[in-house]
């Protein structure tokens, strides 16, 4: 069973001018250290990739997927392997709340980055494992809104909310002082597995966490391609959909950016639910 007592985390209705996104920074830093998947089993649901749907081309992590893998699994350990820059934090929270209702443990294994959403999201394992030369990664609320003078005040007003409640998730789970986990998101802190489990945002460092590194020379060179030009158009200034737009303009937008090679690895528990319904199709 679950060993901790997690706290629902607030959820707010997504502004209509409101448009997520991963810090230019680290989307940066995530494209340039790719780990492809290792070995996985049923009960592993990986996240190596951005936070949030991308329309696009029909990647992200959302709390969609997530809600199907938990299903799959069923009242059964989870592991969830992270790497991701973040994203969407209406999804990382919604996430959160899955992965803390979920009825048995849940072991979180950040293998490269668990930045902005990603953090969130780790926030709900029972414990949480930092693989050697990893990453936590937390700011304050991150996105781009449109809009005139009044928008912009009322968006002030609507981020204020959402670092309160990010803080919130940071403090259950930590145990540190609200003041100081504030001055680490002013501060856009970023955090290696010592630190981070010094600071409560994790349990232990694994040096015997498998991050995959060893895969990430063969990896495919379309997603390696697509991370790094976004990233570097993200540094330029351009928003998520601009970048979008542009890499299907070029050509590259149908390279896939999660480095799960293994549907049934990125989607934990897809196989035996396949296998189950063929099992009943026979029956």
């Known amino acids: 069973m679950s060993l901790r007592q997690l706290p629902e985390a607030k959820t707010f209705q997504r502004p209509q001018n409101f448009q997520w996104d991963a810090p230019s920074d680290v989307l940066a830093k995530w494209a340039e250290t790719p780990l492809a998947a290792g070995d ?33 699994i069923g009242d ?28 048995a443990k849940v072991t979180v294994e950040v293998l490269g980055w668990a930045a902005s959403a990603a953090s969130i999201i780790a926030m709900a ?59 680490l998101m002013d501060a856009e802190t970023f955090m290696g597995p010592s630190e981070t489990v010094k600071n409560g945002f994790a349990d232990v460092v694994d040096d015997g966490l498998d991050t995959g590194s060893g895969e990430a020379k063969n ?4 997603l390696m391609a697509r991370r790094q030009t976004e990233a570097a158009l993200a540094r330029a200034g351009f928003t998520r959909d601009k970048r979008s737009e542009l890499l299907m303009e070029m050509g590259v937008s149908a390279a896939q950016r999660d480095a799960s090679r293994n549907p049934a690895a990125r989607d934990a528990g897809l196989e035996a ?11």
């Open 40 to 72: 996985t089993d049923d009960n592993t649901i990986t996240m190596f990739e951005v936070i949030g749907e991308d329309w696009w081309t029909g990647g992200g992590v959302t709390a969609k997927r997530i809600a199907a893998a938990l299903r799959s």
């Open 76 to 103: 059964k350990d989870v592991t969830v392997k992270i790497n991701s820059p973040g994203g969407d934090m209406f999804e990382g929270i919604a996430i959160y709340n899955l992965l803390r209702a979920h009825k």
């Open 125 to 183: 394992g029972d414990e949480i494992r930092m693989g050697l030369g990893t990453f936590m990664m937390v700011h304050n609320a991150w996105g781009v809104v449109i809009g005139n003078r009044h928008d912009m005040r009322e968006a002030a007003d609507l981020f204020d909310g959402f670092d309160s409640a990010i803080v919130d998730i940071y403090e259950a789970r930590t145990g540190m002082k609200r003041a100081d986990i504030e001055k």
């Open 219 to 222: 990896m495919d060179r379309g």
């Open 273 to 283: 639910a396949a296998r189950q319904f063929i099992n009943i199709l026979k029956s």
